[in-house]
């Protein structure tokens, strides 16, 4: 795996066939984890942080249950590959924004991904398509423990796994579920949503890509607390949650198509039609547009193209994956004529039928 | 139901952040939200840490000025003061959890409600403890078996908890 090889691909989690994927996109854990005997990176000089790359590195390499990794050196990466890394989900902006000794490896298919030297020594982070939580869970316990056969983890009897952050203490642990709910912010009903999470002490959070309503109708459901509270609850209290927010969405897309089919369809196929023929187009309309057409593909309104394919336009008209495939750099009205371009390629070869 | 901070109209996202070393709990309305998620990293496995103001909330400007005893407080270790966690918002090593763990207690109280870990723990810790985890781990499922009705599943695991400390009678309360 090559950073050029990758974007041309894309990850496990986007290939749209989860169970549930018409709305959850991902299901996503990570733990966090440091060495008992350095200080957390934030405050450790370069030599130090030198070292625990070197040092957790051997030791991730080494283990078995993450198959076979590519290891990146991030601070020797160019700005717009550590961009690409971001915009595909395996490294965190702070990881790709900070300085010093730091590195990624990546899984197969992008499903595993460790950062050494973000906030923490260790993030694990493991990536499904689709509402997948235990498997997430089963995969990322697995390489903690093998992890924990080799290195001693700093841990307290009292505030359990030790991080750099009080908010991720304890388990160390972040479950989260990316929902496309495009229905629900169209009638507003999210607010509700909202309300309701907040009471159960679940977070919602952004989203994908730059700007604002580049969020794409894109939500992300996580846990607040990691303390007190076993790994198996953490995870079965977003699994509880996800399928009412499902079917809510899904009552209410009923409901739309029921109330106006027509106008409905016609806002889908708009979309689709300025997708496939705009001559430049920024972010944040595609990002916008496209969730209209993912809509419409899983309402049926949309023919002619694949929720892969729609999945994959999300990440590959974002800036460093458009750059990358020209293989120039480009400012930000060349970009909107690149994405704009690059949408008619991808779109134009299956016409809708109607 | 909350007002946003930044307007008036009704609150929909609800965000906690550690902010000079408090948890604070951001409500904000739809639009303002909008703009308070740009700033922010945006789909990034990192996300949901919370975005720290370096050099301290303009908003509590006004308490700056008194000085805070807590504050020259230091870790032998790190060589960390307490100031600098709550103006950076990030602990220097893991032993400050001892160092601070006064001041820490109310602040990981807020953030998490709890503040005793029940979940996994790494194979090293010896076996005692081990057991002791077992146990709170129980209990904990035990409160929510309970909490969510499951009464058939609260017996069995009452029945586990008792098993466990008749193993061990003299450590089980000892954390
Ligand atoms: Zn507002
Ligand atoms: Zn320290």
Redo the contacts between chains.
């Keep these: 795996m090559d950073l050029d090889a990758l974007t041309h691909t894309s990850g496990e989690w986007l290939r749209g066939s989860g169970p549930d994927s018409d709305i959850v996109i991902s299901s ?1 854990i ?1 733990l966090a984890r ?1 060495l ?1 005997e ?3 990176p ?2 450790t000089d370069d030599a130090v942080r030198a070292e625990i790359e070197t040092l957790l590195r051997t030791h991730v390499q080494a283990i078995e249950s993450a198959g076979e990794l590519t290891y990146f050196n991030v601070n020797s990466l160019l700005p717009i590959d550590r961009q690409l890394l ?2 595909r ?8 924004e900070t300085h010093g000794s730091r590195s990624v490896s990546i899984g197969p298919r992008e499903t595993i ?1 460790l ?1 050494i030297n ?2 923490d020594h260790l ?1 694990i ?1 493991v990536l499904r398509s689709g509402l997948a939580l235990d498997d997430c869970w089963n995969d990322i ?1 697995r390489i ?2 093998d992890l ?2 080799r290195v ?20 160390g ?2 479950v ?1 579920v990316m929902l496309h709910l495009p229905a629900l912010v169209l009638t ?1 009903e ?2 509700k949503v ?2 309701a999470l ?1 009471k159960i ?1 679940l ?11 580049a ?1 794409g109708d ?1 939500y ?1 459901i ?1 846990n ?8 198996q ?1 953490i995870i ?1 209290t977003v699994k509880e949650v996800v399928p009412n927010i499902i079917a809510y969405e899904r009552r209410v897309r009923r409901a739309l198509v029921k109330e106006n089919r027509q106008r409905l369809h016609d806002q889908v196929a708009r979309a689709f039609g300025i997708l496939q023929n705009a001559q430049t187009i920024t972010s944040e309309e595609t990002m916008h547009l496209l969730s209209s057409v993912r809509m419409g593909i899983n309402l049926g309104l949309v023919a002619g193209i694949e929720m892969p394919t729609v999945n994959e336009l999300f990440i590959h008209t974002q800036p460093a994956h458009l750059q990358k495939l020209r293989h120039e750099t480009l400012e930000s009205s060349e970009r909107n004529v690149a994405r704009a371009a690059y949408l008619r390629q991808r779109l134009s070869k299956n016409e809708p039928q109607n | 139901m909350k007002k946003c901070r930044r307007c008036t109209k009704p609150a929909t996202l609800h965000i906690t952040e550690i902010r000079n070393g408090e948890a604070q709990a951001l409500h904000l309305c739809e639009g303002c939200a909008k703009d308070y998620l740009k700033t922010v990293s945006v789909g990034s496995p990192n996300e949901e840490a919370p975005a720290f103001e370096a050099g301290g909330n303009p908003d509590a400007a006004g308490s700056e000025a008194e000085p805070d005893e807590r504050d020259t407080l230091t870790c032998p270790k790190c060589g960390i003061t307490f100031k600098q966690f709550r103006s950076q918002g990030r602990l220097g090593c893991p032993h400050d959890y001892v160092a601070f763990r006064e001041e820490l207690l109310p602040l990981i109280e807020s953030i998490h409600s709890e503040v005793q870990h029940v979940g996994k723990v790494p194979q090293r810790v010896p076996g005692i403890s081990r057991r002791q985890y077992d146990l709170l781990k129980l209990r904990a499922d035990l409160k929510s078996a309970v909490q969510n009705e499951k009464y058939e599943e609260a017996a069995r695991l009452r029945d586990q908890i008792q098993q466990l400390e008749a193993e061990a009678p003299h450590q089980s309360e000892a954390l």
């Design positions: 996503r990570r440091n008992a350095f200080p957390f934030p405050r971001v915009e989900q395996l490294i965190s902006r702070e990881h790709a991904s950062m973000e906030e993030r982070q316990s903690d423990d924990d056969q001693s983890f700093a841990f307290s009897e009292e505030f359990g796994y030790l991080t750099a952050c009080p908010t991720n203490v304890g388990t642990m972040r989260s507003k999210i607010q909202f309300q907040h002490n977070a919602v959070r952004g989203l994908y890509g730059e700007g604002s309503q969020m894109f992300q996580s607040q607390q990691t303390l007190g509270k076993t790994e609850q079965q």
